[in-house]
């Protein structure tokens, strides 16, 4: 089972806001690994709000281009609730390695590549909203 479809399984209705997402960032073409690694990171997210996750080089090449997507704030609304965030120029070796074991054990594929200096986590009055 790939990266869509487990995520489809395990929660549909995020599955549903994810969809249109990965297909626009596809512009037409094939989608990608990067693409759906992507993906996979943004369950995670979801699945874990409090998780600091530090992407691949190749996945933070995808990420700046949602970034700069007229339609990123609206994703992150439809997605999360609230606003994903995105710190650039940080390396933190421990949250690399604790996403990569996430990754791997929710996807069941490696999490290869190397990391990208920087670091993406929810917004944390999202966090309060929940009480979490």
Same mark, same amino acid.
């Given at each position: 089972?790939? +990266?869509?479809?487990?995520?489809?399984?395990?929660?549909?209705?995020?599955?549903?806001? @994810?969809?249109?997402? +990965?297909?626009?960032? =596809?512009?037409?073409?094939?989608?990608?690994?990067?693409?759906?690694?992507?993906?996979?990171?943004?369950?995670? @997210?979801?699945?874990?709000?409090? @998780?600091?996750? &530090?992407?691949?080089?190749?996945?933070?090449? +995808?990420?700046?281009?949602?970034?700069?997507?007229?339609?990123? =704030?609206?994703?992150?609304?439809?997605?999360?609730?609230?606003?994903?965030?995105?710190?650039?120029? &940080?390396?933190? =070796?421990?949250?690399?390695?604790?996403?990569?074991? @996430?990754?791997?054990?929710?996807?069941? &594929?490696?999490?290869?590549?190397?990391?990208?200096?920087?670091?993406?986590?929810?917004?944390?009055?999202?966090?309060?909203?929940?009480?979490?």
């Amino acid at each position: 089972m790939d +990266i869509l479809s487990k995520i489809q399984f395990q929660n549909p209705e995020f599955f549903q806001s @994810l969809q249109p997402i +990965i297909y626009r960032l =596809a512009c037409g073409q094939a989608i990608s690994q990067s693409i759906l690694n992507y993906a996979g990171l943004l369950f995670l @997210l979801h699945q874990h709000p409090a @998780l600091v996750v &530090v992407p691949t080089q190749d996945i933070d090449h +995808i990420l700046h281009t949602h970034l700069s997507d007229a339609n990123y =704030a609206q994703d992150c609304r439809n997605l999360f609730g609230g606003t994903m965030l995105h710190y650039p120029e &940080v390396d933190n =070796a421990s949250a690399f390695s604790k996403t990569s074991t @996430l990754f791997a054990q929710e996807f069941q &594929v490696s999490y290869s590549g190397h990391p990208a200096a920087c670091e993406v986590f929810m917004q944390p009055g999202r966090l309060k909203a929940e009480g979490n």
